[in-house]
């Protein structure tokens, strides 16, 4: 079963997004981070299968969080979920190993599918 963490800084989304991501059948939240740090921490703890990671987080930002994160787990799939999507931010995210970055305005059904094929993605490798 894929494990789940949510790392954004307002406690409505992260309540928002668990309350979604449990919908679906096997999907796990394993964890929740509100800061960078908190982020790094957890992920590295709790060893998710895929990471969901706002842009804006208290104290960092989400790619900070992401460097962070995948310097100790290279593998992790990160879908960054955000309002503050740009092209200059896609390709920072691109740079450091974030695979997707989805416009909170595109919707519920964008990020689930985009944590659909990151999930299909680590199960081709043999990862679940």
Do not use: H
Not at 3 to 14: H, K
Not at 59 to 69: M, N, P, V, Y
Not at 74 to 99: C, D, Q, S, W
Not at 106 to 123: F, R, T, V
Request: proline fraction near 4%; include cysteine; charged fraction near 25%.
């Amino acid at each position: 079963m894929p494990r789940i963490m949510i790392a954004d800084d307002r406690e409505s989304m992260r309540s928002a997004l668990r309350s979604l991501l449990v919908l679906r059948p096997g999907w796990v939240v394993c964890g929740e981070a509100e800061n960078a740090k908190e982020a790094i921490s957890k992920a590295t703890e709790l060893r998710p299968d895929l990471i969901v990671l706002d842009y804006k987080l208290q104290t960092s930002d989400g790619i900070r969080a992401a460097d962070g994160i995948l310097r100790a787990m290279p593998t992790v799939p990160i879908v960054m979920f955000t309002l503050y999507k740009t092209a200059e931010l896609e390709l920072e995210a691109n740079r450091i190993g974030i695979r997707c970055v989805i416009g909170k305005e595109d919707g519920i059904e964008s990020l689930l599918c985009a944590i659909d094929s990151e999930l299909n993605s680590s199960l081709n490798l043999g990862k679940f």
